[in-house]
């Protein structure tokens, strides 16, 4: 469906994007995630055709966005972060004239119209001028706007932002909605949403692409960064020393209890260990109870923010996805013979 190759945007000494390269299949939802000023907007632009990158290719299609601009841009749907919306018009004119900026013809145009607005359940604002609608019914108006021509890929840039808890689950719905029948390609920064809605994660910072995986996968690949929380009745000195002889402690943090006499203890450990029951039995035969013990499992938004405040976890995790990838083509390599 999409294939970006080396995509670089450089605005003066800045690069917005750099060397950006990954692949989008058919009839998935993805998810575009990354901290302001990521280059999250900048790639959604060139993708579009919106701007032009200063090194690189985008297909889309098979057909490139630069050279091919008019074919590649009939398999896109776009809904920037601000829906570009007249708000002189009624909703019903809208469409219409967005419509025939898409070269739908007259013919297609009034069940299409219908169509979109049925899918976007805005049909009821139809005469309703566009500046007396809420946030949300504005969303709803440019993303009817999106789906004009039936595209098979949707591309929505931030389209929960400013919308209130309501307004956000009405347009979860309809993405889950689209992503029956188009590719979705969606940018936002708001990790819950971007959990609960797609198949596949992308996740960029500073102009790169750090992880590219499923929700469970990217959680599953940094699990060894889980942590096991501890309330022990002992002195620092005697917990450190029971500790030192476990193995797969990646690090160990103490530090004084709201509990008398106690000591709170964070563990890291290796690969996902699990050591409650260990711990458990060394603490209780050095008669040192164990006053709460809790396991922190990692999270989309942990997994988040370590990729994108720490490189080094970036580069380790991007390896690791490039491995599995080419184990499962050599799979189906295998097959294939």
Known sequence: MIEVKSLTKQYGNTKAVDNLSFTVEQGQIYGFLGPNGAGKSTTMNILTGYIA?????????????????????KCIGYLPEIPPVYPEMTVEEYLSFAAGLKKISKKEQEEMIYNVMEMTNITSMKKRLIRNLSKGYRQRTGLAQALLGYPEIIILDEPMVGLDPKQIIEIRELIRGLGKKHTVILSSHILSEISAICDHIMIISHGNLVA?????????????????????????????????????????????????????????????????????????????PVLRMQQTRISLEDVFLELTDNPVAAAGQKAETDKKKRGLFARKGEKEE
């Open 53 to 73: 990158p200063s090194m690189g290719e985008v297909l889309i299609n098979g057909h490139n966005i630069l050279d091919e601009p008019e074919a590649a841009r």
């Open 212 to 288: 590219s995986d499923t929700p469970d996968n990217l959680v599953h690949l940094m699990k060894g960064s889980e942590a096991l929380e501890l309330t022990v009745e002992a002195k620092e000195t005697d917990i450190r020393r029971v500790l030192d002889g476990v193995q797969r402690i990646d690090s160990c943090e103490v530090k004084p209890s709201d509990e008398e006499e106690a000591c709170d203890v964070i563990l890291k450990t290796t690969g996902g260990t699990d050591l409650r029951r260990k711990l458990f039995y060394l603490f209780a035969e050095q008669k040192m």
